[in-house]
């Protein structure tokens, strides 16, 4: 139904045959629709009527019920159109994440601020500034599936009331020296990364992005950021180059390094605290 359809229904229904001979003639389709300014003003006065057919007995209680329903549908309509308008001007404000790993906040080409990036918080610390000044805010779920791993769910909500979602589901992270605490903190820290990822679409260049995809998608897990310290401290411990290190190790850097190979990594390294 479209909505001048759906008006003129509601006016149907409400007004008294009495007062309906007084009215105009019934409103006329428009040939372009364009949002109405007033919509949410428009929207209260429409459920007003509805609320107040709904009070009279000699109203079918049917009739009522369809109206709500139709109701419903043309305010989900609206809000999504709503969502949909400021969601690229969103994504145009958000922070870029260079090759690397740096938080970049750009502003018509001006580079405003630059972080060293580190974890997901430091991300949602910066993006959380954009999604206010649009409408939008970012939250999530979280549950455990049949099988114990960990469901992580992003909400990206509206506040005309629209809202889309995304949920992945993922293994704990229990590499490492990880008590079982952590490795399901860590878990929910990369989900919301990811699925934030998925509904925000920002921009991400940064090698741990890659690696980590690659995991995702059932690829080769990589060390994680407490290994790479582990491991760090370890080769300085010993008074060996990193650099040397991940020579022998045939990787390029520390983060490089696949997860089934970090015992072979501190035997090389430990190897060397013996010489």
């Known amino acids: 139904m479209s909505e001048t359809a759906y008006l003129n229904e509601v006016d149907d229904l409400v007004l008294p045959t009495a007062a309906k001979a007084n009215l105009p003639a019934p409103r006329a389709p428009r040939a372009v629709a364009p949002r109405r300014a007033s919509a949410k003003s428009d929207a209260g006065s429409i459920l007003g009527a509805i609320m107040q057919a709904a009070s009279n007995p000699e109203i079918d209680a049917a009739k009522v019920a369809s109206l709500m329903d139709n109701y419903r549908s043309i305010r989900a309509e609206e809000a999504k159109r709503a969502y949909l308008a400021a969601l690229p001007d969103m994504q145009a404000d958000l922070p870029t994440i260079d090759q690397n790993g740096r938080i970049r906040i750009e502003k018509s080409g001006v580079l405003i601020q630059e972080t060293k990036y580190a974890r997901w918080e430091d991300i949602n610390e910066a993006i959380q500034p954009v999604l206010r000044a649009h409408g939008f805010a970012l939250s999530f779920r979280l549950s455990v599936a049949p099988d114990g791993k960990q469901n992580i769910t992003a909400v990206l909500s509206h506040t005309e009331g629209h809202q ?6 993922l293994m704990h992270d ?26 925000l679409n920002f921009q991400s260049r940064a090698r741990e992005d890659r690696d980590d995809d690659g995991r995702a998608a059932g690829g080769v897990e990589m060390i994680s950021e407490d290994q790479v310290l582990a491991l760090r401290d370890l080769a300085a411990s010993v008074e060996a180059d990193e650099k040397r290190f991940c ?3 045939r990787i390029e850097r520390l983060a490089d390094l696949p997860a089934s190979r970090f015992n072979e990594a501190k035997t090389a390294l430990e190897r060397k605290r013996g010489k």
């Open 247 to 249: 020579t022998f190790m």
């Open 164 to 169: 889309e979602e995304t949920t992945i589901t």
């Open 174 to 199: 229990s590499t490492g020296s990880k008590n079982s605490v952590q490795a399901v903190g860590s878990t929910i820290s990369y989900g919301q990364r990811y699925t934030a990822r998925a509904l």
